[in-house]
């Protein structure tokens, strides 16, 4: 109770200063030139399509969901040099390095290394391991630069996009080939980073475009400051990628992509506190895709679209080496509209197979795993008044060859009035547990003792019944604003029983509670030079009896977190940019190590139209890491950008 009172008080008193914001903005009768032009930088924004929310082209107008995208131009300014990192400015989403190859990602909470509770996308491809439900990141060195945009959907998708996506969906959408004409230069060091990527792009034919690419980058392992003193590296990580993508697009109808990379990455690992294995140990991981994608328009709204993709991933955990393998292919049908119905259908299937090499401190009981999984979806989109009210019905049937079936079912209602948006939606999901909650026996032997942990398979899905509401408001071309509201409540999640008489722990499906809060993002063109996007996201987890090792190491928090961002970007002068970007993180538990505060920097000099130096820092501030011990130490770039 005592927390819904703060909620509610800090968003009215958001409200009441935005009122007073608003009035000065909306009292201007003439537009100016640069008004002008803002207004048609607005119009190009709304224009912009995207794919997550609804699996068809839509603009981003008339969507029932909370979503943010981060733009070419929104991913630049934040100055990140990899997709985690352009991932802080989000509200509601958590960010935190671990270590030079380990991020931790969470949507509206389960922060945690081995979190299974959205899923990552890149080009529509999941990158999300089928058997550890995580990322390898080590594996996925993307250059920012080939990135389009982020599309972040927050609050479950399943009902499009299945059972993965139970707390969010993160799609990374790159550019096409004919994006990418010329060669480009991007050199970066600093005292923590040091890479150097080249891409050179060109044509085939008239209407065909090719891109390859390479990228090499050394990364030392992250310090940590712990209770009584600070530790020295941890994971060096050399990473090494090279890709190639082509686009082809007849005069009429069709656009063909093939695309593909190869990755290798290096890991020379010494111990960090708390890790019960001794170190010093060098371990290799490849990984590499190969993705084909068929696009046919049909009309002026409608569509289908075909993909199939194979992937493949070598890595270690701590001496347990293993490879897994995914081929994956889905049909997606767009409709024109019918009467009041526009309708999105989709069919698709995925096989991975895993196989695992015995370590000697690590070992598995199943050294080869596989799967056969499919899946169809339907929805819906219902025109209930023209131009102002809309419903949205969607189901998605995921279907496992062990027999289980999991329906994904939402219900959305939008209704826009003018400038504002006001959007409902009530969502059923259930989620299959990770494959190594469901089979295998995994043996940790540590000083002269053997732990085990026992997945006998006996689990139950984890369900997802969710309630949200939001509210979007364009005051002026200077003037954005978007709130949302949320309350999930979970249940049969997977908890870890440990019986430290045997030094045995069981997955099971016992873990129950609940998560609501909210999200309020903000942004204000104050002076033609300046830019302020400040968000506030408020949640709290009540889930009793949880400890860290419950929800597949996902922990949930069990009290209210506040976490503040805010982006100012500047325009210094006519080739001079300094953006800034702090975010305030409590979790109000009393504990002194669960607070944080972090601030990065950029300051960017463009001497001319083909070259742009920046200056960037990261965590110059003292940030402490969520449900963790240690905090990051402050970091110093220098990137430079040569388009010729």
Same mark, same amino acid.
């Given at each position: ?14 409200? @009441? $200063?935005? !009122?007073?914001? %608003? ?5 201007? #009768?003439?537009?100016? +030139? /640069? &008004?002008? *032009? ?82 990552? @996308? $890149?080009? !529509?491809?999941? %990158? ?5 439900? #995580?990322?390898?990141? +080590? /594996? &996925?060195? *993307? ?502």
């Amino acid at each position: 109770m005592i927390f819904f009172r703060q909620l509610f008080f800090i968003i009215f008193l958001f409200f @009441l $200063i935005l !009122n007073g914001l %608003i009035k000065p903005c909306l009292a201007q #009768e003439k537009e100016t +030139s /640069n &008004q002008q *032009l803002e207004k048609l930088e607005l119009e190009d924004l709304l224009d912009v399509e995207v794919v997550s929310p609804t699996r068809r082209k839509q603009s981003l107008e008339n969507i029932a969901g909370s979503y943010t995208i981060l733009t070419e131009e929104d991913i630049k300014v934040s100055g990140a040099m990899s997709v985690p990192e352009a991932l802080k400015v989000v509200p509601g989403v958590l960010v935190t390095r671990m270590d030079s190859d380990k991020w931790s990602i969470g949507i509206r909470g389960f922060n945690g290394v081995f979190n299974s509770k959205q899923l990552i @996308l $890149i080009d !529509n491809r999941p %990158i999300t391991s089928p058997y550890y439900s #995580e990322v390898i990141w +080590s /594996n &996925q060195d *993307l250059p920012i630069e080939l990135v389009k945009r982020i599309e972040v959907i927050r609050g479950p998708w399943t009902s499009l996009w299945g059972s993965e996506s139970f707390n969010g969906v993160i799609n990374i959408i790159t550019k096409s080939a004919k994006e990418l004409q010329g060669t480009q230069s991007v050199s970066v060091v600093g005292n923590d980073v040091a890479s150097q990527m080249v891409r050179q792009g060109g044509k085939f034919t008239d209407d065909g475009y090719f891109m390859v690419y390479a990228k090499g980058s050394y990364e030392p392992g992250k310090s940590y400051t712990v209770r009584g003193g600070t530790h020295k590296g941890s994971r060096d990580l050399v990473q090494g990628t090279t890709g190639f993508r082509t686009d082809w697009q007849n005069i009429f109808t069709d656009q063909f992509t093939i695309q593909g990379d190869i990755s290798t990455s290096s890991i020379t690992e010494q111990s960090p506190p708390g890790n019960p294995f001794s170190a010093d140990k060098v371990k290799k991981g490849y990984g590499g895709y190969a993705q084909f994608t068929w696009d046919r328009a049909t009309g002026l709204n409608s569509g289908m679209q075909f993909r199939t993709s194979y992937s493949r991933s070598e890595t270690t955990f701590d001496d347990l080496e293993g490879v897994s393998n995914t081929i994956d292919a889905e049909y997606i049908y767009s409709a024109d509209q019918i009467g009041i119905n526009l309708f999105t259908l989709g069919l698709g299937g995925r096989y991975f197979w895993d196989s695992f090499e015995q370590g000697d401190h690590v070992r598995v009981r199943n050294e080869k795993f596989s799967r056969m999984d499919f899946s169809s979806f339907a929805q819906d989109k219902m025109t209930l008044i023209e131009d102002s009210l809309f419903l949205t019905l969607g189901l998605k049937l995921d279907y496992s060859e062990d027999g289980n079936l999991e329906p994904q079912s939402t219900a959305r209602l939008l209704y826009t009035a003018d400038e504002d948006e006001y959007w409902l939606a009530v969502s059923k999901a259930t989620r299959v547990p990770s494959n190594w909650a469901r089979e295998g026996r995994y043996q940790v032997n540590y000083n002269g003792k053997r732990y085990e942990i026992d997945a006998s398979g006996n689990l139950d899905s984890e369900e997802l019944t969710s309630v949200e509401a939001g509210y979007r408001r364009i005051f002026s071309d200077n003037l954005k604003l978007d709130l949302s509201l949320y309350f999930n409540s979970y249940d049969k999640l997977i908890t870890l029983n440990y019986d430290p008489d045997t030094r045995i722990a069981t997955p099971a499906s016992a873990l129950c509670g609940l998560t609501y809060g909210t999200e309020v993002a903000l942004d204000w063109k104050v002076l033609p030079r300046l830019t302020l996007r400040p968000s506030i996201s408020l949640s709290n987890q009540d889930f009793p009896g949880a400890t860290l090792n419950d929800a597949g190491f996902s922990p949930p928090l069990n009290c209210p977190v506040y976490n503040l961002k805010i982006q100012a970007l500047i325009n210094l002068a006519e080739k001079w940019d300094l953006d800034l970007f702090g975010s305030y993180l409590n979790t109000m538990d009393d504990k002194d190590l669960s607070t944080g505060f972090g601030v990065d920097a950029r300051l960017a000099w463009h001497p001319v139209d083909n070259l742009s130096l920046e200056l960037i820092g990261s965590s110059l501030l003292s940030q402490v890491n969520e449900g963790n011990f240690e905090t990051t130490e402050p970091s110093c770039s220098l990137r430079v950008i040569w388009d010729f």
